[in-house]
């Protein structure tokens, strides 16, 4: 019985000490990183100089001087971090030459060799900073680095740190494979990372978009949100025939925002797809695209089982003039069910917009509409938009 105590009383004793241990520990890198903080802000005022110099002789023919006098460690860092920070601000000539003084200084040779230290974190940090100096001699290093680098938020940096250094479109599409073989949906996030490259965005998605891996392509769709690239349109047409359907989907809608000329057939088969994201979107863009001849098809888009295309149908119904927003009226006064809905509330949210028409077509083209409302409903005074509730029907969108 005195044995167990004993072992007990020692057990506490151990778990006391290994707490202390913990709290000075944790005081000691408190200091130490408070000391590192002094130091790193007595060097930048030391350089301040020598930053200055070089910040006045960015646009200069010469090369930038190297950074001057002995220097500690830490001295180092000091002066290759504020360098990626420039780097990061410009581009082009200015951009190249800061590089440059990087890869001079010895900085991106240093960091190379941190991508073999035992010490994880010293290999992500260094992989970090070659990004930033934009290393293509460190690409291929990298990338092995990628392959044997298990899914994490960390990941990201690697593949980031690639992208912003590879000098050809292969090493860019092997990073995309590395990143999105762990099956994670971070195909936006991977789209963004592609765009930090400097090589010729066009031609890059183009091959994507091209590939027979699906990740890839979803990649090439979202980064092609918001860039101008008429070359992919013979593509886009394609993909909007695939069979894989988060592939048809984005397709279809980039498709559709380059504002094609669709066939009438080509617009009853979208509108009849199984997919109603794409029904979705080809109903929005008919009104868009002021396709008044699309009214039957619209018509009978307000009886889809999704919410959405309804929805969507209505919108555009209401953009194709009198015509359309006479269809609207006589759905809200005669229809029933879902249809009815959507159209009442397209129809009562057309006539809150009295107020918000500045120019003289716009209120000759509301005055029209108002006049088709009173001739099915009589005049009345505006009433606030009603909140849809979708009939029967798909609820997941």
């Known amino acids: 019985m005195d044995s167990h105590l004993t072992l007990a009383i020692y057990f506490v004793y151990f778990c006391l000490g290994l707490i202390g241990i913990g709290m000075l520990s944790l005081f000691w890198f408190r200091i130490r990183s408070n000391r590192m903080e002094k130091k790193q802000e007595l060097y930048l005022q030391k350089h301040q100089d020598y930053f200055k110099f070089i910040q006045t002789h960015l646009n200069g023919a010469s090369d930038l001087p190297l950074p001057p006098g002995k220097l500690t460690k830490l001295e180092r860092r000091v002066i290759q971090n504020k360098l990626i920070e420039w780097i990061e601000q410009f581009k082009g000539e200015i951009r190249d030459k800061l590089v440059k003084l990087c ?12 991508l073999d230290s035992l010490f994880y974190g010293r290999r992500i940090s260094a992989a970090y900073r070659l990004g930033g100096m934009r290393a293509a001699e460190a690409v291929p290093r990298m990338l092995i680095m990628l392959e044997k680098q298990r899914y994490s938020p960390l990941t990201i940096v690697i593949a980031r740190a690639i992208a912003k250094s590879a000098e050809r479109g292969d090493q860019l599409k092997e990073m995309l494979h590395h990143l999105l073989r762990h099956g994670k949906p ?17 031609r890059l998605l183009l091959k994507l978009l091209e590939d027979e891996n699906p990740d890839l392509v979803k990649v090439a769709l979202v980064a092609m949100w918001g860039q101008a690239v008429p070359e992919v349109v013979p593509a886009l047409d394609r993909l909007v025939g695939t069979g894989e359907k988060d592939v048809r989907a984005e397709a279809v809608k980039l498709y559709l925002s380059s504002n094609p000329v669709l066939k009438d057939d080509t617009i009853r088969e979208l509108m009849a797809d199984s997919d109603w994201e794409v029904r979705a979107a080809v109903a929005k863009s008919l009104g868009n695209t002021h396709a008044a001849g699309s009214i039957p098809l619209l018509r009978t888009a307000l009886q889809d089982s999704n919410w959405r295309v309804r929805s969507n149908s209505a919108e555009s119904l209401a953009k194709l003039g009198e015509t359309g927003f006479e269809v609207l009226c006589q759905i809200a006064k005669n229809g029933s069910g879902i ?15 009295e107020g918000e028409h500045q120019k003289l077509d716009q209120m000759v083209a509301y005055n029209k509409k108002k006049l088709l409302y009173e001739r099915y409903f009589g005049v009345s005074e505006s009433k606030p938009v009603r909140q849809v509730a979708a009939v029967g029907g798909d609820y997941t969108a």
């Open 103 to 114: 890869q001079d200084a010895g900085f991106v040779s240093e960091d190379i060799k941190l």
């Open 186 to 202: 971070i195909h936006n996030m991977a789209a963004d990372i592609l765009m930090e490259t400097g090589l010729d965005s066009s």
């Open 339 to 353: 249809e009815r809905e959507a159209a009442l509330h397209q129809v009562e949210k057309a006539m809150l917009e």
